[in-house]
Structures are given as structure tokens and as C-alpha cells.
């Protein structure tokens, strides 16, 4: 019985998603400029160079959904600068490259935001 009674509290701990782990499950499905705020409103209080990453991503994101050209470019380059300065800090961690390379591929090639794609 006391075997059983471990089991199940493990099961339900395990179960039981962080913030980080539903914007990475959620983050290809993002199709608004709310829902992206929504996850950087989860994001908030997670100070990990991941969730630094997604943050980021979530702006870049926001700058798909705003109106006028002044306002995307406002967005795309604090994301940017959000993310190439998480990635400067955490060289070595692949999911915060993966993500700018998710965001590299997504950006039209004229803004510039295609080097160190490879």
C-alpha cells in the first residue's frame, strides 16, 4: 500500500506542466498577438536562459501580428536584441539556437537576421 500511495503521487507531480513546458509544447501553434502575450505573461516569473529565449521569441512573434511597419520593426528588434543577448550569455545551450533558428527561417531575409543560420 505504501508502494502504491508513492506511485500515485509521482504520477500526479509528473503530470502536472510548468510554464516553460507549455509555451515549448504550445509554441508552433501561436496565431495571435494575445496569445503570445499570454505566454510571456506565464514566462514572467521563469528567469531561465530558456525561458529568456521563448520570451523573446514571443516578441519577435508579436511583431507578425501588429499593424504598421513602425510597430513590427519596434518588436522585431527587441526580440532580437532580446535573443542574441541570451544566446551571448548561454552559448552552449542548443534550445535558445534552435529557437533563433526557428525565428531566422520565419523572417523575411531582408531585415538581416540570417547570419549564423548554419
Not at 495571435?32 to 529565449?53: H, M, R, T, V
Not at 542548443?94 to 520565419?106: A, D, G, P, S, V
Amino acid at each position: 500500500m505504501k508502494y502504491l500511495g508513492i506511485i500515485v503521487f509521482s504520477l500526479i507531480f509528473s503530470s502536472v506542466e510548468t510554464p516553460l513546458e507549455q509555451v515549448r509544447n504550445q509554441f508552433p501553434y501561436i496565431t495571435s498577438f494575445d496569445e503570445a502575450n499570454k505566454f510571456i505573461e506565464k514566462l514572467k516569473n521563469d528567469s531561465s536562459p530558456e525561458a529568456k529565449g521563448y520570451n523573446a521569441a514571443m516578441i519577435l512573434m508579436k511583431s507578425r501580428y501588429v499593424k504598421g511597419p513602425f510597430s513590427k520593426l519596434k518588436f522585431f528588434k527587441k526580440g532580437k536584441k532580446i535573443l542574441d543577448q541570451d544566446i551571448s550569455e548561454n552559448p552552449n545551450s542548443i534550445e535558445i539556437r534552435y529557437i533563433r533558428f526557428l525565428m531566422q527561417k520565419q523572417i523575411p531575409k531582408f531585415l538581416g537576421y540570417n547570419k549564423n543560420i548554419e
